[in-house]
Nanobody, 121 residues
Framework: QVQLVQSGGGLVQAGESLRLSCAAS????????MAWFRQAPGKQRELVAG???????NYADSVKGRFTVSRDNAKNTVYLQMNSLKPEDTALYYC???????????????WGQGTQVTVSS
């Protein structure tokens, strides 16, 4: 069992940056691939970025070059650094864990509580 607790997020202006954190309980964090999803009102939850157990990363086209996902296994934490934020990045952001990195949100076993990111123009 893994519990994920998110922090970060908030309200920023377009062009600014935010960093989200997701801290995992347990001693098996390194055995999980970690992903960040987001869900805007009226839209499906979409994969924003993911990082494998080995540290390989994957990004949605809409955030490539602006967002960076990283993990610190010693701290059981995954991060999402978001730069050059745009109003269309406004959404509820979730971290999720699974043994391997996949696209479909429905396949993830564990979820954080969600954190709101709002970008004003």
């Amino acid at each position: 069992q893994v519990q994920l607790v998110q922090s970060g997020g908030g309200l920023v202006q377009a062009g600014e940056s935010l960093r989200l954190s997701c801290a995992a309980s347990g001693r098996t964090f390194s055995s999980y691939a970690m992903a960040w999803f987001r869900q805007a009102p009226g839209k499906q939850r979409e994969l924003v970025a993911g990082i494998t157990r080995g540290g390989s990363t994957n990004y949605a086209d809409s955030v490539k070059g602006r967002f960076t996902v990283s993990r610190d296994n010693a701290k059981n934490t995954v991060y999402l650094q978001m730069n050059s934020l745009k109003p269309e990045d406004t959404a509820l952001y979730y971290c999720a864990a699974r043994n391997i990195l996949v696209l479909a949100a429905t396949l993830y076993d564990y979820w954080g509580q969600g954190t709101q990111v709002t970008v004003s123009s």
